[in-house]
């Protein structure tokens, strides 16, 4: 699949199968996430890796639009270190999620993106759940696994939201 076919028919996939997800593919979403743009390239990104069922059945309990996690096989907290970036780490944690949506749908995975940020509820659940250091802040949840499924290509281009050289 070529990039501009990956990002066109990208779409968040919350019906996953049992099959687990190889630690290859894993770690090929990782290197990819971290290939992605950091602002001042201070790399401010953790991710911690989420397997472990007794873990994922606990998220739908503090994070009230993840009740699909319970059926997932994986997913991905993209946290930052504020210490490597006070004012951007956010951006940084954004756009490697997008590059793990991506990657993952390229590989034939699903996945679909959980907002943490900026709610205070889901950040505490997820600081206490995997025990996070202060300066560690989890940005969004990535769930990932095989799709049960297959979505339809939407498009969503939309000529009246662009404007050249002024509004």
């Given at each position: 699949m070529?990039?501009?076919?990956?990002?066109?028919?990208?779409r968040?996939?919350?019906?996953?199968?049992?099959e687990?997800?190889?630690k290859?593919d894993?770690?090929?979403?990782?290197?990819c996430?971290m290939?992605s743009?950091?602002a001042a390239?201070?790399q401010?990104?953790?991710?911690i890796?989420?397997?472990d069922?007794?873990?994922?059945?606990?998220?739908?309990?503090f994070q009230?639009y993840?009740g699909?996690?319970?059926?997932?096989?994986?997913?991905?907290?993209?946290?930052?270190?504020?210490?490597?970036n006070?004012?951007?780490w956010?951006?940084d944690?954004s756009?490697?999620?997008q590059?793990?949506?991506l990657a993952?749908?390229?590989?034939?995975?699903?996945?679909?993106?959980?907002?943490?940020?900026p709610f205070p509820?889901f950040?505490?659940?997820?600081?206490?759940?995997?025990?996070l250091p202060?300066?560690?802040?989890?940005?969004?949840?990535?769930?990932i696994?095989h799709?049960?499924?297959?979505?339809p290509?939407v498009n969503?281009?939309?000529?009246?939201?662009?404007?050249f050289?002024?509004?």
């Open positions: 070529d990039t501009i076919e990956c990002i066109l028919t990208r968040s996939c919350r019906s996953f199968t049992s687990t997800v190889a290859e894993i770690t090929l979403l990782l290197k996430a290939q743009p950091s390239d201070k401010s990104w953790n991710f890796i989420i397997q069922r007794k873990i994922l059945d606990k998220i739908p309990g009230k993840g699909f996690v319970a059926g997932a096989p994986a997913g991905i907290l993209v946290c930052c270190d504020s210490t490597k006070a004012d951007m956010a951006i944690a756009i490697a999620a590059t793990i949506l993952a749908h390229a590989i034939g995975l699903g996945g679909c993106w959980l907002a943490v940020q509820d950040i505490q659940g997820f600081r206490e759940l995997l025990a202060e300066n560690i802040h989890p940005h969004c949840f990535v769930v696994g799709p049960a499924e297959k979505q290509v969503r281009f939309d000529e009246k939201k662009i404007h050289d002024q509004w």
